[in-house]
């Protein structure tokens, strides 16, 4: 309506740009605040310790051949609040967190009977499968999200 009458220093096109370009940005911050990608930043940092607390084979197995990360979620929660709480974050409880990982994209549920979204995996027992893009043997990729495992 008053598109004719006032004068901005810019035009509708690029006010349109801007808007579109803030909220991908806001959608990429959300992502990176999300529950779930807070837990893979607190691996990763806790995976970059030179005396890392977290190992393979004991915490997660890496299957490069099916792109399967094997997660012992159980065993890791303890690094995720850790993390939270010296970055100020909130955190989940560890039911209520295995809640949210289950909705995770790449969260794999499991397939074997009886044992509901849970896995058995030889030398690891009963864990969580996530699906992953392989950028190397030390560094892969969880729905865009870098690990260095």
């Known amino acids: 309506i008053f598109a004719d009458k ?3 220093p810019f035009s509708f096109a690029d ?6 370009t803030d909220m991908l940005e806001k959608n990429e911050m959300f992502n990176d605040l999300n529950d779930v990608n807070i837990f ?7 995976c970059m310790q030179p005396h890392s607390r977290i ?6 197995i890496k299957d490069l051949d099916q792109k399967i990360l094997y997660v012992k979620v159980h065993l890791l929660h303890p690094f995720y609040v850790e993390f939270c709480r010296k970055n100020d974050i909130e955190h989940f409880d560890l039911p209520t967190f295995r809640k ?50």
């Open 6 to 8: 006032l004068k901005f």
């Open 15 to 20: 006010l349109c740009r801007k808007v579109i």
């Open 40 to 46: 893979w930043d607190a691996l990763n940092y806790e």
């Open 55 to 60: 190992s393979e084979g004991k915490h997660y």
């Open 100 to 149: 949210q990982i289950k909705s995770y994209p790449a969260f794999v549920a499991g397939t074997q009977e009886s044992r509901g979204d849970a896995y058995t995996k030889n030398g690891l027992g009963s864990c969580y499968r996530f699906a992953f893009e392989v950028k190397d043997y030390k560094h892969l990729s969880i729905c865009g999200k870098e690990l260095h495992l």
